[in-house]
């Protein structure tokens, strides 16, 4: 396993990576620290640790959402066109971004 040195809201990380993986784990780096420098910079959070914390939270939920919507896709094909179906999947989006904007900087 070789190590890699990578950079998360400016702060050095020496990584341990699988010789085939180094481009996943550059890719993860990136959004993790995409995430964390987001968090900081909406300026609610100053201490690296909840900043970490809340990335994490945000990160892991969007993956979750990913996997729903990948579980839903046959059914959505299936009434792929309808009108109403369409309309809603719509309700049901606005409705999941409220929820996601009245958080305290979580769900960002």
């Known amino acids: 396993m070789k190590q890699i040195e990578v950079q998360i809201m400016g702060q050095s990380y020496l990584l341990g990576c699988p010789e085939d993986g180094e481009a996943q784990l550059r890719e993860a780096v990136q959004r993790v620290d995409a995430a964390m420098c987001g968090i900081r910079d909406a300026g609610k959070v100053k201490a690296r640790d ?18 729903r919507e990948l579980a839903a896709a046959p059914a959505q094909a299936a009434t792929a066109g309808d009108p109403d179906a369409d309309a809603q999947r719509a309700a049901q989006l606005v409705q999941k971004l409220d929820q996601a904007l009245a958080g305290d900087g979580l769900l960002l």
């Open 50 to 67: 909840r900043i970490a914390v809340l990335a994490s939270l945000n990160i892991a939920f969007d993956l979750a959402q990913r996997e």
